[in-house]
């Protein structure tokens, strides 16, 4: 459902893409991004079909989750599920660890290696969209790994061609995580309870990146890869209403 908010332009934009029966598919889907973003997605209803791709099958309760196609995939051995990656319009990536989770070498291995070969997959198979969820500071050149790692992907997908390639870049997630972390907790208290006075240059709600990603897919932008840095994607995702 459109919320009445919204600019009219948008929800024409959103319509027509509507009417254009397309596919997607969605990587990270059991994360918290991924999460909002399918429940986002069934909620506006732009897409005709929507397929999971992940490494077990996910369950979900409510009739809405019930059209959903799963596909269950080896990420160390992707090349044999390219079937799975056939047929989609566009595709969204929520797909992530963390080096305290995996260790270096792990992550390196989620955050790039399946990423970009999930991407090269996607784009063999049709698809013409590609969505990223990135981070704030993303660059190649730096010298810390997980800021490096995640600008090196973006920089390996852009050169793939996608017709249209969006990365966003949000800064600190706020999102009330079921893992207890404590310094991270602590964090998250303050980024929301400075966001709550209008501070957002740091950090934003997982919900206002999903409504961001979603508002942002229809849209028809002038360069063929968009960033969207931690700012863009708050304007957008409030835009979108929350």
């Given at each position: 459902?459109?919320?009445?908010?919204?600019?009219?332009?948008?929800?024409?934009?959103?319509?027509?893409?509507?009417?254009?029966?397309?596919?997607?598919?969605?990587?990270?889907?059991?994360?918290?991004?991924?999460?909002?973003?399918?429940?986002?997605l069934?909620?506006?209803?732009?897409?005709?079909?929507?397929?999971?791709?992940?490494?077990?099958?996910?369950?979900?309760?409510?009739?809405?989750?019930?059209?959903?196609?799963?596909?269950?995939?080896?990420?160390?051995?992707?090349?044999?599920?390219?079937a799975?990656?056939?047929?989609?319009?566009?595709?969204?990536?929520?797909?992530?660890?963390t080096?305290?989770?995996?260790?270096?070498?792990?992550?390196?291995?989620?955050?790039?290696d399946?990423?970009?070969?999930?991407?090269?997959?996607?784009?063999?198979?049709g698809?013409?969209?590609?969505?990223?969820?990135?981070?704030?500071?993303?660059?190649?050149?730096?010298?810390?790994?997980?800021?490096?790692?995640?600008?090196?992907?973006?920089?390996?997908?852009?050169?793939?061609?996608?017709?249209?390639?969006?990365?966003?870049?949000?800064?600190?997630?706020?999102?009330?995580?079921?893992?207890?972390?404590?310094?991270?907790?602590?964090?998250?208290?303050?980024?929301?309870?400075?966001?709550?006075?209008?501070?957002?240059?740091?950090?934003?709600?997982?919900?206002?990146?999903?409504?961001?990603?979603?508002?942002?897919?229809?849209?028809?932008?002038?360069?063929?890869?968009?960033?969207?840095?931690?700012?863009?994607?708050?304007?957008?995702?409030?835009?979108?209403?929350?």
């Open positions: 459902a459109c919320n009445k908010a919204e600019p009219e332009e948008d929800w024409t934009a959103e319509q027509n893409f509507k009417q254009q029966n397309k596919s997607c598919f969605i990587l990270g889907a059991s994360g918290e991004t991924g999460r909002m973003l399918l429940q986002e069934l909620e506006r209803n732009i897409f005709s079909k929507i397929t999971l791709i992940g490494r077990r099958q996910l369950t979900f309760e409510g009739k809405s989750y019930e059209t959903l196609v799963q596909e269950v995939v080896d990420f160390e051995k992707l090349e044999d599920h390219a799975a990656f056939q047929g989609h319009d566009v595709g969204y990536c929520c797909l992530g660890t080096r305290a989770k995996a260790g270096a070498e792990g992550f390196i291995r989620v955050d790039h399946y990423v970009l070969k999930s991407a090269e997959l996607a784009k063999a198979g698809c013409t969209q590609f969505h990223l969820e990135s981070s704030r500071g993303a660059d190649k050149k730096s010298s810390f790994l997980y800021l490096k790692v995640k600008g090196q992907v973006e920089a390996d997908i852009e050169a793939l061609g996608f017709d249209r390639f969006a990365i966003y870049r949000p800064g600190v997630l706020l999102v009330d995580r079921q893992e207890s972390r404590p310094a991270e907790w602590m964090a998250r208290k303050f980024f929301s309870a400075v966001s709550a006075v209008g501070f957002t240059s740091m950090s934003v709600p997982i919900q206002v990146v999903a409504k961001s990603m979603v508002s942002n897919t229809v849209l028809q932008p002038e360069q063929k890869t968009e960033i969207l840095e931690n700012k863009d994607i708050a304007a957008l995702g409030k835009s979108a209403g929350n």
